[in-house]
């Protein structure tokens, strides 16, 4: 209810310049520049107070009877005040319609950046895994090579001390055949 009588009083003061600016062709100009910003989809919602002060200040020149001069440059400043806050208005909305699109953006970039260090962390945690297993898979291979040594070493040392063995055996038999021998030849000599 409150926003119906705004509106009425507002379009109210909107026909008042223009019907009293009727025989003014200054006047007439300024009506239609206020016209063209209420018109205009882009700026009409802006500078709502700047454009009622200038509607009111053309109304002033309109009715205005001795210092009409005087009457008549408010007025146009007052349109050149609302033009200017309506241009401003529009500028700052594509201001703040820029700031939002940054903070998508770097909102956008940040969650990129997220996703390519969490790529790059699981990357570089497969690697070490794959290290970590490499390692793992050549320290039993060390593991099973130093055992295997270590079995030949034994059983090395067994067939080496069975050849020692072997060895003293067949010297201890070559000893006792040639004690025998000895022996054999001396009773042979003895017999003769």
């Given at each position: 209810?409150?926003?119906?009588?705004?509106?009425?009083?507002?379009?109210?003061?909107?026909?008042?310049?223009?019907?009293?600016?009727?025989?003014?062709?200054?006047?007439?100009?300024?009506?239609?520049?206020?016209?063209?910003?209420?018109?205009?989809?882009?700026?009409?919602?802006?500078?709502?107070?700047?454009?009622?002060?200038?509607?009111?200040?053309?109304?002033?020149?309109?009715?205005?009877?001795?210092?009409?001069?005087?009457?008549?440059?408010?007025?146009?400043?007052?349109?050149?005040?609302?033009?200017?806050?309506?241009?401003?208005?529009?500028?700052?909305?594509?201001?703040?319609?820029?700031?939002?699109?940054?903070?998508?953006?770097?909102?956008?970039?940040?969650?990129?950046?997220?996703?390519?260090?969490?790529?790059?962390?699981?990357?570089?945690?497969?690697?070490?895994?794959?290290?970590?297993?490499?390692?793992?898979?050549?320290?039993?291979?060390?593991?099973?090579?130093?055992?295997?040594?270590?079995?030949?070493?034994?059983?090395?040392?067994?067939?080496?001390?069975?050849?020692?063995?072997?060895?003293?055996?067949?010297?201890?038999?070559?000893?006792?055949?040639?004690?025998r021998e000895a022996e054999l030849m001396?009773?042979?000599?003895?017999?003769?």
């Open positions: 209810m409150k926003n119906v009588a705004i509106w009425l009083l507002l379009a109210a003061t909107l026909c008042l310049p223009l019907a009293q600016a009727a025989d003014d062709p200054e006047t007439q100009a300024l009506a239609a520049r206020l016209q063209a910003l209420d018109a205009d989809p882009a700026l009409h919602e802006l500078a709502a107070y700047e454009r009622l002060q200038a509607r009111q200040a053309l109304a002033a020149a309109a009715a205005a009877r001795g210092n009409r001069a005087d009457a008549l440059q408010v007025a146009r400043w007052r349109v050149e005040i609302a033009e200017i806050a309506a241009r401003t208005g529009t500028l700052r909305r594509e201001v703040e319609e820029l700031d939002r699109q940054r903070s998508d953006l770097l909102v956008e970039a940040s969650r990129q950046e997220a996703a390519r260090a969490r790529r790059e962390a699981e990357r570089l945690r497969v690697q070490a895994q794959i290290q970590a297993e490499e390692a793992a898979r050549l320290r039993l291979a060390a593991e099973a090579e130093s055992s295997a040594r270590q079995e030949t070493e034994i059983v090395l040392d067994g067939v080496a001390s069975d050849q020692a063995a072997r060895l003293r055996a067949a010297r201890a038999r070559e000893a006792e055949l040639a004690r001396r009773e042979v000599e003895d017999e003769q």
